[in-house]
């Protein structure tokens, strides 16, 4: 895994197990790779894994059964496109907004853009 320095690895880490739940690379109820292994196949160490496995269970949505090991937690799609939601529009837009106001860029201009892109 290639890591970015803007960011904490424990979170790049949360951003890459969010997105192998909501592609359903773990389902839901599923039990994940445990933190070694984890940590074995994109080489870190345990720790920040346990960090990250700490960070999504106490946001729902992982949960440990002691003894076996990590599974996704039921809902828990639901619970990181609310998670996702929450940092894009008090985090990313205001600094998106800050942006466009600076290069004076119009709303209509973005709307246009938006309408026009390709998915």
Known sequence: MDFKESKPIYMQIVDKLCNQIIVK?????????????YASSIEVNPNTVVRS?????????IYNK???????S??????IMEMRRDVFMTE??????DEID????????????YNNRQN
């Open 92 to 97: 990313q837009l205001p600094e998106f907004f």
């Open 25 to 37: 690379q773990f389902a839901e109820d599923q039990r994940i790779p445990s933190v070694r292994e």
């Open 53 to 61: 496995y700490e960070f999504l269970q106490n946001k729902n949505i």
């Open 66 to 72: 002691r003894g076996i090991g990590y599974f996704v």
């Open 74 to 79: 039921i809902g828990a799609i639901e619970k």
């Open 102 to 113: 600076m290069l004076k860029i119009s709303i209509s201009e973005i709307v246009d853009l």
